[in-house]
């Protein structure tokens, strides 16, 4: 926390805005528990970047952007390119997590909703290998920022996110609130998903459990991350990560 009595600079903002991009989001700022707080304008987090404009990607490169990790499939890829891809300023990896989630309206039409907390579970457990390629990059990028995206920045952006903070000893309450703050920041984004899945005759309570951030849903992940896996250190080392990337994972965040 910062002490109002202070000299020190007011720090960054957390939710960045920048146009054609949406929930662009920091990760720094948030207190550890050792009391500390984790490094801003280090690792930031956002939905997909295609609408991206010249001057937007220059502001971000002006911002200490060095590498872009973007986990999409190879389809969502080709249908919306990254306009990263081959940028002279900045490393780009394209790092699948996890296939594109079911279209909405294909998803149990039969009063089942969709379970999105299994979904991520399912994403720990089935996912390892991708999930070591995304962490093993995070921790071997140079000293500029890193950002990750999806197409939304919610589901794999959100596992990821989860991940890094709770190496860098973030309490599970504050995780899930950044997990939930989605639902606020990329509002526009998701009512877009939205009103499309509708008309095509999606089930409204079906699209809702798809979109939404509930915590509970968070909750569930993590709980299945310390229980299963032995929280994120334990599980960054059981898909392979060695103990030099663990911590330059931490260090990237350490305030």
Not at 158 to 185: F, K, M, P, Q, S
Request: aromatic fraction near 6%.
């Amino acid at each position: 926390m910062t002490d109002r009595n202070s000299q020190t600079q007011e720090p960054p903002e957390r939710v960045i805005a920048l146009e054609g991009l949406h929930n662009l989001r920091d990760l720094g700022g948030y207190e550890t528990v050792s009391g500390a707080s984790t490094r801003w304008r280090s690792v930031l987090r956002s939905g997909g970047p295609a609408q991206l404009g010249a001057a937007s990607q220059a502001r971000l490169i002006e911002m200490g952007l060095g590498t872009v990790i973007d986990l999409r499939s190879p389809r969502e890829v080709e249908r919306h390119p990254n306009p990263f891809d081959s940028h002279e300023a900045v490393e780009f990896h394209s790092l699948p997590l996890f296939g594109a989630l079911a279209p909405i309206p294909t998803l149990h039409n039969d009063g089942r909703l969709f379970d999105m907390a299994a979904r991520y579970r399912e994403a720990l457990d089935d996912c390892r290998e991708a999930m070591a390629q995304v962490f093993a990059a995070i921790a071997a990028a140079g000293p500029r920022m890193v950002l990750f995206h999806c197409s939304v920045g919610k589901d794999r952006t959100g596992i990821i996110a989860a991940i890094l903070l709770r190496l860098a000893g973030v309490d599970e309450d504050t995780v899930i609130a950044d997990y939930a703050l989605t639902e606020t920041v990329a509002a526009p984004l998701l009512d877009g998903y939205r009103q499309k899945a509708l008309a095509q005759g999606a089930d409204p309570a079906l699209v809702d459990a798809y979109l939404g951030c509930p915590p509970a849903t968070m909750r569930s992940t993590l709980d299945h991350l310390e229980t299963q896996h032995g929280g994120a250190p334990g599980y960054l080392a059981g898909i392979g990560l060695d103990a030099g990337d663990v911590a330059r994972l931490k260090a990237r965040l350490e305030g």
